[in-house]
């Protein structure tokens, strides 16, 4: 079975500052995707970034860019000059290739302070 | 559609009611999937949809819960008997992902419908 950890449960950081959200996983596949999700307290779930675990290069949305280590199924997110809408749930997401069953951690809250 | 929609965005019942949610998924979106999302949790999967094959039911907790897909658009999750323990936000999703083929395909979120049981 795959399982998601998130082991920071609140996060806080300075407008303008750098802050980095860890994640890690446990499978025994070897093709899967990740994701990190944002959820503000509108609920709505949004898209911030994913990964292919066949791709080495790590992916990059604007400010926002992961850190991902296959082997030590790590994959952390980074958020560069943050910013106060940036203030919501995180949640990393892990989805092997062909199944239905994606995994969720238990999020971070991350607050960006003015 | 701009967006999965869903309704109600809050329902409250009372233990023992049926409640039915509603998700009007992207068009063009061959894929929906249903979520839970208990207090201070992560998103627990519920049921997969894909065009008008067999849904894939393997994330429903118990019997009480089913969900149906008319015309391979809307889909209502309907939970018989709730309980308390039901209470919890649930998520609509949706995707272009082809029958059949890998996760390539971002999914969408609705916005939820928060439900309490009392």
């Known amino acids: 079975a795959q399982t998601v950890t998130q082991s920071q449960p609140e996060m806080s950081v300075q407008e303008a500052e750098t802050v980095t959200l860890s994640c890690t996983y446990d499978?025994?596949?070897?093709?899967?995707?990740l994701f990190w999700y944002k959820q503000p307290p509108s609920r709505q779930m949004i898209l911030v970034i994913r990964?292919?675990?066949?791709?080495?290069q790590n992916a990059t949305e604007n400010r926002f860019s992961v850190n991902f280590q296959k082997a030590a199924k790590s994959f952390s997110l980074k958020i560069s000059d943050s910013q106060l809408g940036d203030t919501a749930m995180y949640f990393c997401?892990?989805?092997?290739?062909?199944?239905?069953?994606?995994?969720f951690g238990a999020g971070t809250r991350l607050t960006v302070k003015p | 559609g701009a967006g999965v929609s869903q309704s109600p965005s809050n329902k409250v019942t009372e233990k023992g009611k049926d409640v039915e949610l509603r998700c009007d998924p992207i068009?063009?979106?061959?894929?929906l999937y249903w979520y839970r999302q208990s207090l201070g949790q992560g998103l627990e999967f519920l049921i997969y949809?894909?065009?008008?094959?067999?849904?894939?039911k393997s994330g429903l907790p118990s019997d009480r819960f089913s969900a149906e897909r008319t015309g391979g658009s809307v889909s209502t999750l309907t939970i018989q008997r709730t309980q308390q323990e039901d209470s919890a936000v649930y998520l609509c999703?949706?995707?272009?992902?082809?029958?059949?083929?890998?996760?390539?395909?971002?999914?969408?979120f609705g916005p939820g419908t928060r439900l309490l049981v009392l």
């Open positions: 997401a892990f989805n092997p290739y062909n199944n239905n069953d994606m995994r």
């Open positions: 949809f894909q065009g008008n094959s067999a849904p894939d």
């Open positions: 990964q292919e675990a066949y791709k080495q």
């Open positions: 068009s063009g979106h061959t894929a």
């Open positions: 999703a949706s995707s272009r992902r082809l029958a059949g083929g890998p996760l390539e395909e971002t999914q969408y």
């Open positions: 499978t025994s596949e070897s093709n899967y995707y």
